[in-house]
């Protein structure tokens, strides 16, 4: 047996007994003569102790950090005054007899050590390290047990796990597709899933009726920091539903995981909000609800004065956060602003008298009405944006984050989850100069405004939602089109021709002849929910293998330049563009 016990769960309960461990060395300290070793594994450290006269202590001198060692020995109490009450291990250790060195490490690149601060490189080339890390190895863990959860919930609620392709038919749904040229087929290529959406569908029109899925998702994007070509959703797709029966499977989820793998108790049900009542209130559609810092809208007010800024535009909103800020806060959240784009942040503060300060002397002949629309007691600064609606709601939006942020407005380990209800189904893309779908084409138009499809599509709302959680969101989905003769209406506001249709989606409009029934579903942002519940931001630091934010593996180099024999096989050229970045002429 290699071992017999782990090196996280050994209490004075087993004072006297005979132990077989085996693990890493954390740490190796010498106590006049005494050998002592932290020997680390996933589930924790037990202290080891090699005694001068026992045959193996000059091996046990030479042990280095992160040699893999086996050790039998007896658990004995820890002398007075060397416990240490931290760790579930801190009453004994363990005397050592043998010791055998499995395998013997090269000095590590890495401090496998939470508190050590380590380059982002050097934890993804040296990821095996750096997962050894006991905050790691808590995320994998954490990962792990809202997974299950999340399959007891489903699994219990009657939904089947079913795996979908991950070699697919290019079907665009927003990000660019990865691709993958095929071998048998030249010239023809396959896409990797941006998500499993049309399979999902498809298995309900052959009856699944109740599907899930842990889907990797693969979208060929620009990152940023939270994000990857690579993620996981838990995708779900149910049929014969509407739309408030999906919100009770999501919350019943997601109150299912938290209490399993964190013991947290969520009060369902969650809050709905509109999507023009959150741009509205918090100029963006992912409002963080833990604090009620609200965006006025005080143009029709403001409009009247003189002040050139206020008077061309298009919309002017204020915010109020309650405090009386210095100068140099001001200039400082001029220029945080700035940054969000606005093109300057206009100020004034509320005192006992009226106002005073920054824009007050144009504020003035309105600055009753002004003060009561706020509601803005004494000592308070206003600070106002005026630009594009657009504009306007998404710079203060932004700047109502930073200050909640800035002032402490909320507890930083609360969770509160919202609902966005009644997005627009389409939205204007200026660039392009044509409606684009807000979520994705199979978004099913709210019955009542199938009559604007063509007439005005900026009109129709669809049934599509998201889930939000301080601030970031989580799943989101829709009730989806049945019908091929609405879904073929949808297509044709977003310039889909017939002909793109039938090449690109023919397969799924044509299951659709053969009686869909009526169908829902979401997709749940997996990684970033174990992220936010581990407290951080960064998708990457509960994904056991991620890329880099230039898509890449700095541990097994991906991605790599072709071989030529592959592409001979394949039937590929490369051009010069390509030839350069891999340096061949
Ligand atoms: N497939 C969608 C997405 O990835 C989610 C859904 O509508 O179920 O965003």
């Not at 994998?140 to 919930?153: G, M, S, V, W």
């Not at 509205?280 to 007010?301: A, M, N, Q, S, W």
């Not at 829709?478 to 690109?504: F, H, T, W, Y």
């Amino acid at each position: 047996m290699l071992r017999d016990h782990t090196c996280g769960e050994i209490t004075a309960k087993e004072i006297n007994k005979d132990v077989i461990l085996a693990g890493w060395v954390s740490k190796r300290r010498d106590h006049g003569g005494v050998i002592f070793i932290d020997l680390r594994d996933r589930y924790g450290i037990t202290q080891i102790v090699i005694n001068p006269d026992n045959e193996h202590f000059e091996e046990a001198n030479k042990l280095r950090r992160e040699d893999c060692i086996q050790i039998k020995g007896k658990v004995r109490k820890r002398p007075e005054g060397m416990t240490n009450p931290k760790i579930i291990t801190g009453e004994i250790e363990v005397i050592t007899k043998h010791l055998l060195v499995l395998n013997k490490s090269e000095t590590p690149p890495l401090e496998v050590d939470d508190r050590a601060v380590q380059s982002e490189e050097i934890r993804l080339k040296y990821r095996y390290l750096d997962l050894r890390r006991p905050s790691m190895q808590k995320k994998l863990q954490l990962r792990h047990n809202l997974a299950q959860a999340a399959r007891e919930y489903l699994n219990k609620h009657d939904f089947l796990e079913i795996e979908t392709p991950l070699l697919i038919r290019a079907t665009p749904e927003g990000a660019r597709d990865y691709v993958v040229p095929s071998r048998v087929h030249p010239g023809k290529i396959y896409a990797l899933p941006q998500s499993p959406q049309l399979y999902k569908q498809i298995l309900m029109v052959s009856g699944c009726d109740r599907y899930y899925q842990l889907a990797r998702c693969l979208r060929d994007e620009d990152l940023r920091a939270d994000r990857q070509p690579e993620f996981t959703q838990i995708d779900v797709e149910m049929s014969f539903i509407e739309e408030e029966d999906v919100y009770e499977v999501v919350e019943g989820l997601i109150k299912h995981m938290l209490k399993k793998g964190c013991d947290i108790d969520l009060a369902t049900p969650f809050p709905r909000i509109p999507y023009d009542e959150a741009i509205e209130r918090y100029g963006v559609d992912k409002p963080d609800i833990r604090f009620d810092l609200h965006l006025h809208d005080v143009t029709e007010i403001v409009r009247q004065t003189d002040f050139n800024v206020f008077k061309n535009a298009e919309c002017i909103k204020c915010i109020a956060p309650g405090k009386d800020f210095s100068r140099g806060e001001i200039e400082e959240l001029t220029s945080v602003a700035t940054s969000f784009g606005a093109k300057g942040l206009a100020w004034t503060k509320v005192t006992s008298l009226g106002i005073e300060g920054g824009s007050a002397k144009f504020l003035e002949p309105i600055k009753d009405k002004l003060i009561k629309k706020i509601g803005a007691n004494p000592g308070t600064t206003l600070l106002f944006v005026a630009d594009k609606k657009k504009n306007t709601n998404e710079i203060l939006g932004k700047l109502r984050n930073y200050l909640g942020e800035k002032l402490n407005l909320y507890k930083k380990d609360e969770l509160k989850f919202c609902w966005i209800t009644d997005f627009n189904l389409f939205e204007w893309d200026e660039e392009a100069q044509k409606w684009t779908p807000a979520h994705h084409i199979f978004t099913s138009p709210k019955p009542e405004h199938l009559q604007y499809l063509e007439s005005d599509p900026g009109k129709v709302k669809g049934i599509l939602y998201d889930l939000v959680l301080n601030g970031i969101e989580l799943p989101s989905g829709s009730i989806r089109i049945s019908n091929p003769d609405i879904q073929e209406r949808v297509m044709a506001v977003i310039g889909l021709s017939k002909e793109d249709v039938e090449r690109k989606f023919g397969f799924l409009l044509e299951s659709f002849r053969y009686g869909a029934p009526p169908h829902g579903g979401f997709a749940l942002g997996f990684d970033r929910l174990v992220a936010l519940l581990s407290g951080t931001n960064d998708i990457r630091e509960v994904i056991a293998f991620p890329k880099t934010k230039a898509a890449e593996c700095p541990m097994d180099s991906c991605p790599t330049a072709w071989e030529d024999e592959s592409l001979k096989e394949l039937h590929l050229q490369l051009d010069s563009v390509a030839k350069k970045n891999i340096g061949k002429q």
